[in-house]
């Protein structure tokens, strides 16, 4: 099945820093999502972005689908910007069960 | 309602028993999604719903666990004889339709004791 690998696994930045998050999948997709799950355990929707760039706020994304890895940037990051932040693609022809990465882990300080 | 709701938030129960977890989807969306997560993990794909049919069912573990749409709009994750290796947070996500994107619920984490 697809590979979904996420980097870096865990990430400790100081108020203010900026972060580029990384997704790789090892086949072809028509879906990709990236997810903050809070502390409570919430999964929050940050991008629907199976290609191209978009942004919102302090947050953007891109996703080259030919070369098959998405970026997630976090500018000027906040204490709640903390918390685990998931890749997940849905399979080309096989519907939308997606597949999760294992996520990377955002430590933000004060 | 707003957004994916699920019930209930939490679920004690033995091992052996028999447990039912609700999903009410965001209005509109045909295409529902079972996840489980277990601790330190991504969420893991279980079953798809297009409508009232189950329309890929492959990430079930095995055939205690069962899930029905029967509106096409709630659906009911039934996990029978239960383990303690079902201990873990099942969410719950829906989508317009099949190339939509996705909205989960808040889970419901499931102990067996």
């Known amino acids: 099945g697809i590979q979904v690998e996420q980097s870096p696994p865990d990430l400790i930045l100081q108020e203010g820093a900026n972060s580029t998050l990384r997704c790789n999948f090892s086949?072809?997709?028509?879906?990709l999502q990236w997810f903050h799950q809070n502390p409570w355990g919430q999964l929050i929707n940050l991008f629907y972005i199976p290609s191209g760039t978009k942004q919102n706020g302090r947050l953007s994304a891109t996703t080259v689908a030919t070369e098959r890895y998405s970026l997630l940037y976090i500018s000027s990051s906040q204490t709640t910007d903390s918390g685990v932040y998931f890749c997940a693609v849905g399979l080309d022809n096989y519907g939308q069960n997606f597949v999760f990465g294992p996520g990377t882990r955002l430590s933000v300080l004060p | 309602g707003a957004g994916v709701s699920q019930t209930p938030s939490n679920k004690v129960t033995e091992k052996g028993k028999y447990v039912e977890l609700r999903c009410d989807p965001i209005s509109g969306h045909t295409a529902l999604y079972w996840y489980r997560q277990s601790l330190g993990q991504g969420p893991e794909f279980l079953i798809y719903f297009q409508g009232t049919g189950a329309a890929d069912d492959s990430g079930l573990p095995n055939d205690r666990f069962f899930a029905v749409r029967p509106e096409g709009s709630v659906s009911t994750l039934k996990i029978q004889r239960t383990e303690r290796g079902d201990s873990a947070v099942y969410l719950c996500?829906?989508?317009?339709?099949?190339?939509?994107?996705?909205?989960f619920g808040p889970g419901t984490r499931l102990t067996v004791l």
């Open positions: 086949d072809s997709v028509n879906n």
């Open positions: 996500a829906s989508s317009f339709s099949r190339d939509h994107e996705q909205f």
